[in-house]
């Protein structure tokens, strides 16, 4: 193993899904500095971090938009400060309008927001990422005679299979067809990538009007929490229990259809 210190970058870390994933690899991994950005909410950022070093772990976080090259740049640029990138978490994400928006109302300009943060921007990230762990010496893994140089997860949705939100879904479905052009060159030079498509988690993107229509369509009956998303994430990472996993994409929904699509 490297002596060099590690890094693991997560995207939309100040909050939500992205925060529990924070704080899961800060435990997971606590020689490791865990990299994320915030894009408006400096002070939930800050509490973020504040948290994982009282419980003995190392984070870092940034101001950038994830939706830009810019903004991958002066993201990636600030975890370079902090020694070898072995891991990236694709997690920022909007939702775009809320509730039932008619065709004739969405705009280019939605089109264009929403596929930025949920699709440019995993892009943009995984482009950074391979550049680096393309660099690294790879790492002696069971079952691995080439080593390992590093892993990415995408988190998705299950709206890319039910189609709603439109525009999010779609956003979403492009994100998991990225995966499947990437897997197999990745895979040749001792990088993984896998996705987790989430249910419908208990944060602010999910209002309790949502929950309600869909709630019958859940056969476990509620919403889940972030740290299982978190669980779920640190399992693509580790590079011991998921050795000879890629390209998979994991449904964590509570058995809400599309059900488990993984692969």
Same mark, same amino acid.
């Given at each position: 193993?490297?002596?060099? =210190?590690?890094?693991?970058?997560?995207?939309?870390?100040?909050?939500?899904?992205?925060?529990?994933?924070?704080?899961?690899?800060?435990?997971?991994?606590?020689?490791?500095?865990?990299?994320?950005?915030?894009?408006?909410?400096?002070?939930?950022?800050?509490?973020?971090?504040?948290?994982?070093?009282?419980?003995?772990?190392? =984070?870092?976080?940034?101001?950038? /938009?994830?939706?830009?090259?810019?903004?991958?740049?002066?993201?990636?640029?600030?975890? /370079?400060?902090?020694?070898?990138?072995?891991?990236?978490?694709?997690?920022?994400?909007?939702?775009?309008?809320?509730?039932?928006? =008619?065709?004739?109302?969405?705009?280019?300009?939605?089109?264009?927001?929403?596929?930025?943060?949920?699709?440019?921007?995993?892009?943009?990230?995984?482009?950074?990422?391979?550049?680096?762990?393309?660099?690294? =010496?790879?790492?002696?893994?069971?079952?691995?005679?080439?080593?390992?140089?590093?892993?990415?997860?995408?988190?998705?949705?299950?709206?890319?299979?039910?189609?709603?939100?439109?525009?999010?879904?779609?956003?979403?479905?492009?994100?998991?067809?990225?995966?499947?052009?990437?897997?197999?060159?990745?895979?040749?030079?001792?990088?993984?990538?896998?996705?987790?498509?989430?249910?419908?988690?208990?944060? /602010?993107?999910?209002?309790?009007?949502?929950?309600?229509?869909?709630?019958?369509?859940?056969?476990?009956?509620?919403?889940?929490?972030?740290?299982?998303?978190?669980?779920?994430?640190?399992?693509?990472?580790?590079?011991?229990?998921?050795?000879?996993?890629?390209?998979?994409?994991?449904?964590?929904?509570?058995?809400?259809?599309?059900?488990?699509?993984?692969?």
């Amino acid at each position: 193993m490297s002596a060099t =210190a590690s890094v693991y970058v997560v995207t939309g870390g100040s909050r939500g899904i992205g925060k529990a994933i924070v704080k899961k690899l800060a435990k997971d991994y606590p020689t490791a500095t865990i990299v994320f950005n915030y894009f408006t909410r400096e002070a939930e950022a800050t509490a973020v971090a504040a948290e994982v070093a009282a419980e003995g772990g190392k =984070a870092s976080f940034i101001q950038a /938009d994830v939706g830009t090259p810019a903004g991958v740049q002066t993201l990636f640029m600030h975890a /370079d400060g902090f020694g070898e990138l072995r891991g990236l978490v694709n997690n920022a994400g909007i939702l775009g309008p809320e509730g039932s928006v =008619a065709l004739e109302d969405l705009t280019a300009e939605d089109f264009q927001q929403l596929f930025a943060v949920n699709t440019l921007g995993p892009f943009l990230c995984i482009q950074e990422a391979v550049k680096r762990m393309k660099a690294l =010496a790879p790492q002696p893994v069971r079952g691995r005679a080439a080593g390992a140089r590093g892993s990415i997860v995408n988190i998705s949705s299950g709206s890319a299979y039910i189609g709603k939100p439109l525009l999010y879904g779609a956003s979403k479905a492009a994100l998991n067809s990225l995966q499947i052009g990437l897997v197999p060159d990745l895979g040749k030079v001792g990088i993984r990538l896998n996705t987790i498509s989430p249910g419908m988690i208990a944060t /602010d993107m999910v209002t309790d009007e949502a929950f309600a229509a869909a709630a019958a369509s859940i056969p476990m009956g509620r919403m889940g929490e972030p740290e299982n998303i978190a669980d779920a994430t640190a399992f693509f990472l580790d590079e011991e229990k998921s050795v000879f996993t890629s390209g998979a994409n994991l449904r964590v929904s509570g058995g809400r259809p599309p059900g488990s699509v993984i692969g």
